[in-house]
């Protein structure tokens, strides 16, 4: 921005012909139409002329044109005076400050930069960047780019203006919070960390290849506005906002004297002053504006007086400042005092001559001494320089051959008229000398107006000196205090005080700000001689008077019963003169020089270099046209309408820069706004009306609005209507209440199209607490007045008619969006069922968004909310009854649908078993019945067929019979699991009659298997070539897989009881199958006790007394005597005990319970024993042959190490009959060692590590 004064130096010719150039532009093309109308004219008057339309088509064209130039050039002129009333604002403040507390906008998002997102996250998971990342992070990442960045609402959003970076991010790290949050705990790793490091990664890849370092050198407006700013950015600003051009800037600048803070000081003095005299002249004439009330009409000026009072206070408490450049936008201290300034009455605030106070600084700068003769060149010389009545300074010391030194000694002083005496002295060098010679010295008589750079003066210098041509080159530089307006001499007449017409030293100064005196002083005096207070007089230009000499330009000071003539020596002195005392005085009469027409002549493009350039500012801004936006009243202008002009402005200015504002101005922005309202007495419920009204505007075309600011400036316009006295302002208008009533019914019709349209405009819960902030305002906008609450009866019922709304909208928009309506109706019954499956994941899916992201906002209607999603299902339910009945009868591909819808309703406590819950249920209660039933009577029927075909090899635990049967009761009763069915009832039901058709199907497998085993053994030998085949094992194998599925299939869920039918039931069936596994174990024991018992016989032919016994034991003497006979009964052991030893590795081998195997070898090794006994006992008078005798041992003896080998109990193997059978054995083995020596060859009863095994 150019420096405000920079016009002052340019080419006054040039300025005025370019800025003539562009101001005429306008009006030119405002002329165009007249023009064309001439020429259409010239035209006519020919011989030949084209065909044109009709007259009335042409005017009536002509006359819009001219309407809207008109309406055009209006609407220019309005923002141009608007701009003139801000720019007041802006340079001097005294309201309002830029408020600090603001919370920081973020930068928003547009379309290119939403598109430019989604190709970075797509390269992330196309792999195509180098961020390495695990696939939990790669999850997270695709679902949030396929749920949130690809959505359409965030589209819209973003093309709302209402979505920055920051929400982009929030989601993200809300999302992730619950997906790191359930995995599990990594030792040395924090969840904290992940989630850090997750952030970090998610920053990177949103960034992209930017570069931040990469900054623009300047920033643009819009990207600081969010900062305090200064005068020049706030200038420059609303330049953008109210279209002001540059140039007219430059003009309203200098001709408004911005750069002047006495200046607007007294702007603001004579506004105040006008204000309280529109309230005088509106009370006199009883003009007011039409209240709700009659009463408060009185009230109404009371309430004007107060403000310009209050405004005066505040203006009171600002500092006496120079102003200019370093006069910053400062903190305001408001006056807390009751008692107001009254500038009417001169007596309140007379001074006396001890209240003016000045203090001024002089820099007295000493360069050098020419003419120095009279003392030799290496004498040392030096100056003293004092102002009287204060302290003395000395310069150092210098050769007088080179007398220079550019000393500055700096002085305070009070006096306006010092005088300062510099002397030169140089050294004695007598012995008796006290003091230094003096040389020579000047006395100077300094002024604020006297000339700053450095002059030569004479000094006087003693008698008989050589030095008459002594000079000294110095600078003195008196500056101004900040409360002294102007300074200077001036010719004087008055009645009351200088009485005589004499030359005297005034100086303008400012006491307070609304206190201002003309003081007369003498040389080195610090009060004035005399003063006059300045309040209530006023200034202006008048001819030479009669009868008084001296001065040439006369001005006076005139009010009731006193009149001070003013006379300076020309003119430009005395307009500024002129100036500073009529910003003293607060008159709204500007004086106009009256020869400032004859002087000046601008026709010939000339300017006198001798006028003031507050009057060059104020002829040129003239010539331009843009005097009557700087002379205008403001008292006399409508506010009311320029501020709101002003507002809807800056708010489309705001709205439309790149921050995410949400409706929200800027800090500088509301501080203009602020000073303006306060400074022009705009009424607070005015101005949020009009806010109101514009927000709701924009909002209404789907631009995004922090309903918190809504609910802000509604508060305060409900509380002033219904008289709460919010600002002070107790009268209200009929006209505010009226359009407070408007604004409340369009507000109520936005909120309840937002919470209708909740899920568009309030996306993924963004922006934060928007919505739950919108339900809150609805309620305040329900209320009747600030004290009577809502009914929660009738927030529910405005809620519940939302929400029901909401649910169709949702409904159909899901449905467009999955593109179901054509398929529905044309599909075949396989897609019609999978567009409803997909359509039922994306009713679950938005149902789940509104959980996480709206509920907490519904938190006190969590009843309606439920309401809201049974319409939603229920809209739902009507697609997917279409879909099922369209299904093949015996179809079962709907069960997934149910499984889906099922499982997320019944972890809805407000939907479980809720209507659409229960309409579910009741369509699939058939189908699971149907299923059932079907699935029964198949297993039924493969059970019969398969083990009719069964061929009992091995297959896993059982047979292939028995592993199709385990599976089918397992899966079904696994699917009815999975249906989670939410009835209780009928889930014990379901699972009731599983169990008992798993029993039953049980039970028939445990018969087959045992009517099979029973056929096997029927078909074995008895031989001990006999071995068990796998088969038999197989047998085995599934009854005891039937055992241990028994009591998955067939035992209830703990906790649920039916009473001792269904234990007894159970009991019934775990009892069937011990029973089968007892006889088929007795079974096979006993085919392996007759294979022992075909043994024995075969030893009962060498019994004692038989005619065989005989002759088996004469062969084998008569053999043995010629050659090496076997012994007789070994292979006959040998093959029982290979027999045994078979079938128990066979049985331990191919059975895959050891504890029924357990149980098969004790039966057998007792029964074997017992066999083996009782062949004994038949043979108790008989002694044994000894070949049965030898036998046995071996059988026994060998039996007896396999079983314990096999793990059977010592108790079992060391049983009564096996001692019996040992102690008879032992008894048989003595007495054959007594008759026959050693033909027993070894084998004995008695443990041996020699014997073969």
């Not at 370093?326 to 305001?332: A, R, S, T, V, Y």
């Not at 009243?633 to 921050?659: E, G, I, Y």
């Not at 209404?700 to 600002?727: K, M, Q, W």
């Not at 029964?936 to 199709?964: C, K």
Request: proline share 4%; with cysteine; charged share 25%.
């Amino acid at each position: 921005m150019l420096d405000p004064s920079s016009s002052e130096e340019e080419s006054g010719d040039e300025v005025l012909e370019q800025e003539r150039r562009d101001v005429l532009l306008a009006g030119s093309q405002r002329s165009l139409p007249a023009q064309g109308r001439d020429s259409r004219n010239e035209r006519r008057s020919g011989t030949a002329r084209p065909a044109s339309p009709s007259p009335a088509v042409i005017s009536e064209k002509e006359k819009e044109d001219q309407d809207r130039l008109q309406r055009e050039e209006d609407e220019r002129r309005t923002r141009l005076q608007i701009y003139v009333f801000v720019l007041r604002c802006i340079a001097y403040p005294f309201n309002a400050k830029q408020p600090t507390d603001m919370s920081r906008r973020q930068q928003k998002l547009n379309r290119q930069q939403l598109l430019t997102i989604k190709e970075r996250f797509q390269a992330f998971l196309s792999g195509e960047t180098q961020i390495v990342a695990d696939e939990a992070f790669c999850n997270a990442i695709r679902s949030y780019f396929e749920v949130f960045l690809k959505s359409d609402r965030v589209a819209r959003l973003v093309q709302s203006g209402g979505c920055s970076a920051n929400d982009f991010r929030e989601v993200f790290k809300k999302n992730i919070e619950k997906r790191v949050r359930s995995l599990p705990e990594i030792d040395g790793l924090s969840k904290e960390t992940v989630l850090s490091s997750w952030i970090a990664k998610f920053d990177a890849i949103y960034r992209g290849e930017e570069d931040l370092r990469k900054q623009l050198p300047r920033m643009h407006l819009n990207a600081v506005s969010e900062l305090i700013l200064s005068k020049e950015q706030l200038y420059e600003m609303f330049q953008h906002i109210l279209g002001v051009k540059k140039f007219e800037h430059q003009l309203l600048y200098n001709a408004c004297q911005l750069d002047n803070a006495d200046e607007q000081a007294a702007q603001i003095r004579r506004e105040l002053d006008g204000r309280l005299q529109l309230a005088d002249q509106m009370a006199k004439e009883r003009k007011y504006p039409k209240f709700v009330a009659k009463e408060m009409e009185i009230l109404y000026i009371e309430e004007l007086k107060s403000s310009v009072n209050l405004l005066m206070a505040n203006l009171e408490s600002l500092p006496v400042s120079k102003g200019g450049s370093e006069f910053k936008l400062q903190k305001l201290k408001r006056s807390q005092n009751s008692s107001f300034l009254d500038i009417g009455d001169e007596n309140d605030t007379q001074l006396s001559k001890s209240d003016v106070v000045l203090s001024f600084t002089l820099e007295i700068v000493i360069i050098e001494v020419q003419g120095l003769r009279s003392v030799a060149p290496n004498r040392i010389v030096y100056c003293t320089m004092e102002v009287e009545g204060g302290e003395k300074l000395q310069t150092d010391q210098a050769e007088a051959s080179r007398p220079q030194w550019g000393t500055q000694g700096d002085f305070t002083t009070t006096h306006p008229l010092p005088v300062v005496k510099v002397k030169l002295f140089t050294e004695s060098t007598g012995v008796l000398a006290l003091e230094d010679k003096e040389l020579g010295k000047v006395v100077l008589y300094p002024t604020p107006n006297s000339p700053k750079s450095p002059e030569l003066h004479k000094m006087i210098v003693p008698k008989n000196s050589q030095d008459s041509e002594l000079r000294i080159k110095l600078a003195v530089r008196m500056d101004k205090p900040p409360n002294t307006k102007h300074c200077g001499y001036l010719y004087a007449l008055g009645q009351k005080v200088w009485k005589r017409w004499k030359r005297r030293y005034f100086v303008l100064v400012q006491v307070s700000q609304y206190t201002f005196a003309m003081c007369s002083y003498r040389e080195k005096k610090s009060e004035p001689q005399e003063l006059m207070q300045l309040e209530g007089y006023t200034v202006d230009y008048t001819d030479p008077q009669p009868g008084l000499t001296g001065g040439r330009a006369f001005f006076n000071a005139v009010k009731e019963g006193d009149t001070v003539v003013f006379a300076s020596d020309d003119d430009q002195d005395r307009n500024i003169w002129v100036q500073a005392m009529c910003r003293a005085t607060g008159q709204s009469y500007k004086p106009v020089a009256p020869t400032l027409a004859q002087k000046h002549n601008f026709k010939g493009g000339n300017l006198h270099t001798d006028m003031p350039m507050s009057q060059l500012n104020s002829e040129r801004t003239q010539k331009l046209g843009m005097d009557e936006f700087i002379a205008a009243d403001p008292c006399k202008c409508m506010h009311t309408a320029l501020f709101q002009v002003l507002q809807k402005q800056t708010l489309q200015h705001r709205m439309n820069d790149s921050f995410s504002c949400l409706g929200w101005f800027s800090p500088g922005q509301v501080f203009v706004l602020d000073e303006y309202c306060a400074r022009y007495g705009v009424r607070g419920c005015h101005r949020h009306l009009c806010y109101l009204k514009e927000l709701t505007e924009y909002a209404e075309n789907s631009a995004v609005i922090d309903p918190t600011l809504l609910h802000y400036s509604f508060a305060f316009c409900a509380s002033h209507v219904h008289g709460n006295r919010p600002d002070g302002i107790g009268t209200v208008t009929t006209e505010e209440k009226e359009q407070f009533e408007d604004i409340k019914s369009r507000l109520l019709s936005l909120l309840e199209n937002q919470i209708v349209h909740f899920r568009y405009c309030f996306p993924f819960g963004r922006p934060e607490g928007a919505l739950k902030a919108t339900l809150s305002l609805l309620e305040r906008v329900l209320m009747k007045d600030i004290s009577t609450p809502v009914l929660p009866d009738d927030m529910k019922k405005v809620i519940r008619k939302c929400l029901e709304k909401a649910a169709l909208i949702n409904y159909s928009r899901l449905t467009e969006y999955a593109k179901i309506e054509d398929t529905m109706n044309q599909a075949a019954p396989a897609k019609k069922l999978e567009d409803v499956m997909r359509l039922g994941e994306l009713c679950i899916e938005v149902l789940q968004q509104n959980e996480e992201h709206h509920s907490e906002a519904f938190a006190w209607w969590p009843e309606i909310m439920a309401e809201h999603a049974e319409i939603f299902w229920s809209l739902y339910a009507v697609d997917m009854d279409a879909s099922l009945e369209a299904q093949p009868q015996d179809s079962w591909d709907s069960f997934p649908l149910f499984q889906l819808l099922n499982n997320y309703l019944r972890n809805d406590t407000l939907l479980c078993n809720g209507k659409f819950h229960k309409h579910l249920q009741d369509y699939f209660i058939p189908l699971v019945i149907r299923y059932i039933d079907l699935m029964e009577s198949s297993i039924a029927q493969s059970i019969h067929r398969g083990f009719e075909q069964e061929t009992w090899q091995p297959v896993n635990n059982g047979s292939t019979t028995s592993e199709d049967l385990f599976w089918k009761l397992d899966a079904l009763q696994m699917f009815v699991c999975d249906l989670h069915w939410p009835e209780p009832e009928f889930a014990q039901h379901l699972e009731q009659r599983l169990k008992l058709m798993a029993s039953d199907m049980v039970e028939a497998s445990v018969k087959r298997t045992r009517i099979a085993f029973d056929a096997k053994m029927q078909k074995a030998n008895k031989s001990t070539d006999y071995r068990i085949s796998p088969s038999v094992c197989t047998m085995f194998n599934v009854l005891m897989d039937a055992k241990k599925q028994c009591t998955k299939l067939c035992v209830l869920d703990a906790g649920q009881e039916f009473g001792k039918q269904w234990q007894q039931y159970h009991s019934k069936t775990d009892d069937l199958i011990e029973e089968a596994f007892k006889e088929m174990i007795s079974l096979l024991v006993s085919k392996f006790v007759a294979v022992l018992e075909g043994v024995l016989a075969k030893l009962s032919r060498y019994d004692e007394g038989t005619l065989f016994s005989s002759i088996l034991s004469f062969t084998v003497k008569a053999a043995a005597k010629y050659v090496d006979v076997p012994n007789p009964g070994m292979d006959l052991a040998d093959t029982y005990i290979t027999f045994v030893r078979q079938n128990q590795d066979i049985l331990r081998d191919k059975v895959i319970e050891d504890m029924y195997i357990e149980k098969l070898f004790d039966q057998w090794y007792t029964s074997s024993m017992k066999a083996i006994c009782v062949w004994l006992t038949d043979r108790l008078d008989l002694q044994l042959h000894m070949y049965q005798l030898k036998t046995l041992i071996r059988i026994v003896k060998k039996s007896y190490r396999d079983f314990r080998l096999q793990s059977v109990l010592e108790g079992t193997l060391n049983n009564k009959t096996y001692e019996t059978v040992y102690n008879r054995l032992t008894v048989e083995e003595a007495t054959v060692s007594v008759t026959n020596g050693s033909d027993l060859q070894g084998i004995s009863m008695r443990d041996s590590d020699e014997e073969e095994g």
